[in-house]
């Protein structure tokens, strides 16, 4: 009796499944990478915002050994205050953290301090009683309930006045802060290129006012912003035998 064979002959793919099996895959990878992008970025900004935290104590620090907050750093030189020593700073709204001055990091090769995207961190500092903050015992020398800081922190730049200059200003409805003595920044993700949002412009040292903004997270604002309160920096300096 002859038996036939039912087993089907071997065949490799076809090209038509080869290509359906590659589209396959690359969906399946391409649904790994973004969120493992959004993951990195969600890393980083937490990362920064200790770092930024952390660059407030340090600067709590340097006031209680010097009787002063440090200058910002200006651009395109090196990481040291300017002028160096203190006194009326040369780039008080748009100059970087001096991280040589500081003695913290990490930096680039000329010493401005790099948030988790590398990207320089932004320092301002209030000039009010004429630069009282940033010269050796100004504080403790006008102390007598007069200082008045005067960097504010808004939500948005929808509504500032007179930006670029040195009386610029938001509603009070927009305010979140109009007393901070020192604010930082971090760009951001984005950071390394001129941003196209008015709130992200309001924090590019382009802008050269005593205004920044602090707007909710978005594709169109990602920059860490954080400011020290007058309050937080007198009871440090109390605290250190500064003041009164």
């Not at 160096?84 to 301090?113: E, K």
């Not at 200082?147 to 509603?171: F, M, Q, R, V, Y």
């Not at 993700?189 to 920044?212: C, I, K, Q, Y």
């Amino acid at each position: 009796m002859r038996v036939s064979n039912t087993t089907g002959a071997a065949h490799g793919f076809t090209l038509t499944e080869l290509a359906i099996v590659l589209v396959i895959v690359a969906l399946l990878i391409g649904g790994m990478l973004i969120p493992l992008s959004a993951q990195r970025d969600v890393q980083a900004a937490n990362d920064t915002q200790r770092q930024l935290a952390e660059i407030r104590d340090a600067l709590l620090g340097f006031a209680a050994a010097n009787g002063r907050l440090p200058c910002p750093a200006s651009p395109n030189l090196t990481g040291v205050e300017n002028p160096a020593g203190g006194g009326a700073c040369t780039n008080q709204w748009n100059g970087f953290l001096p991280g040589i001055t500081l003695g913290i990091g990490p930096t680039d090769a000329q010493g401005y301090v790099l948030d988790a995207w590398s990207n320089r961190i932004r320092y301002a500092v209030t000039t009010s009683n004429s630069n009282a903050f940033t010269t050796t015992n100004g504080v403790k020398n006008n102390w007598s309930g007069t200082l008045s800081p005067d960097l504010k922190a808004c939500n948005t730049a929808a509504n500032i006045t007179n930006g670029g200059t040195s009386s610029a200003n938001c509603p009070s409805a927009d305010r979140l802060t109009d007393t901070a003595v020192a604010v930082l920044i971090s760009p951001g993700r984005n950071g390394g290129t001129t941003p196209t949002s008015a709130d992200e412009l309001a924090n590019w040292p382009s802008s050269n006012d005593p205004v920044f903004v602090n707007a909710t997270q978005s594709p169109a604002f990602d920059d860490i912003v954080l400011w020290l309160s007058a309050n937080i920096l007198y009871n440090r300096l109390i605290a250190a035998g500064k003041l009164p």
